[in-house]
């Protein structure tokens, strides 16, 4: 893994042309499959597309995983933090309009046919040369209103941070045991009933205890098959008694099954 620390990310961003974007818009194609950016964030909007790997994502509030077929949008100002495992990332970068989300903090949206060949495209107009092109206006300007309008399409996986002392140590209990986690001996963790921290769990997070845990097992998995591990093993790592239900959980969030995930990965190998 390449890691960056925060100082090292903005020179890196100095480096190659990102901390002073121009023009409607730019691509920029990750240079490592494995690398991590530390906290940063960009003057531009940023759509962030994943052509194959895995890729994670943490704001201050949440931790996020970027599936197949998604692509996360990165509002201008937002910081974050970035991880490409054995992935191919490209990323645009829009310049702020009236047509942007207002919205201030991180979204994913499906990505059809279309909007993954304007993606692939996009990457003749690397950083600095598309200012004064027409083409390379008039089609940014298109990209980013189609984004605009689907963002509110897919939920992401995500896994959100929280300041209550009780529903932390309940989601660290359950991180730590994922294999055998439950809603028991969380609350237990916690020091409330089963049925309080079901309760404060949902007020807290907006999520129910149930589907957050899934979540982290999903979100886990995802992780265990990037690098390189087994699907049985996997499913049992993370808690699932049959290959049938972690295939069916795994495909119901990610839109497919954890064999064709992993497949897919190390095709590319």
Same mark, same amino acid.
């Given at each position: 893994m390449h890691t960056l620390d925060e100082q090292q990310t903005?020179?890196?961003?100095? =480096?190659?042309?990102?901390? %002073?974007?121009?023009?409607?818009?730019?691509?920029?194609?990750?240079?490592?499959?494995?690398?991590?950016?530390?906290?940063?964030?960009? =003057?531009?909007?940023?759509?962030?597309?994943?052509?194959?790997?895995?890729?994670?994502?943490?704001?201050?509030?949440?931790?996020? #995983?970027?599936?197949?077929?998604?692509?996360?949008w990165i509002p201008a100002g937002l910081?974050?933090?970035?991880?490409?495992?054995? #992935? =191919?990332?490209?990323?645009?970068?829009? #310049?702020?309009?009236?047509?942007?989300?207002?919205?201030?903090?991180?979204?994913?949206l499906i990505v059809d046919t279309l909007l993954r060949e304007m993606i692939l495209h996009a990457r003749r107009w690397q950083p600095g040369s598309a200012k004064d092109d027409a083409v390379a206006q008039s089609y940014f300007s298109t990209l980013s209103l189609i984004c605009a309008e689907r963002l509110?399409?897919?939920?992401?996986?995500?896994?959100?941070?929280v300041h209550?002392? !009780?529903?932390?140590?309940?989601?660290?209990?359950?991180?730590?045991?994922?294999?055998?986690?439950?809603?028991?001996? !969380? !609350? %237990? #963790?916690?020091?409330?009933? =089963?049925?309080?921290?079901?309760?404060?769990?949902?007020?807290?997070?907006?999520?129910?205890?149930?589907?957050?845990?899934?979540q982290a097992k999903i979100l886990t998995a995802m992780r265990l098959l990037a690098e390189g591990e087994r699907v049985t093993e996997t499913a049992l790592q993370v808690g699932f008694s049959s290959l049938s239900a972690f295939a069916q959980a795994f495909a119901r969030i990610t839109g497919e099954t954890p064999s064709a995930y992993r497949t897919r990965l190390y095709r590319r190998h």
């Open positions: 903005t020179h890196f961003l100095k =480096e190659v042309g990102l901390s %002073a974007p121009s023009g409607t818009g730019f691509a920029f194609c990750d240079p490592h499959p494995r690398i991590f950016y530390g906290w940063h964030s960009h =003057e531009y909007d940023q759509l962030l597309y994943s052509v194959h790997g895995m890729v994670h994502l943490e704001t201050s509030d949440a931790n996020y #995983a970027l599936p197949a077929a998604r692509a996360a910081p974050h933090r970035t991880q490409l495992t054995d #992935a =191919e990332g490209i990323s645009l970068y829009l #310049a702020p309009s009236s047509s942007s989300p207002t919205e201030g903090r991180l979204r994913f509110t399409e897919e939920e992401p996986l995500r896994l959100p941070r209550d002392a !009780a529903i932390s140590r309940a989601m660290e209990y359950a991180i730590a045991n994922l294999a055998q986690a439950q809603a028991t001996q !969380a !609350a %237990a #963790a916690a020091h409330l009933s =089963e049925r309080s921290l079901r309760r404060r769990f949902s007020e807290v997070t907006g999520m129910s205890w149930q589907n957050w845990l899934t």
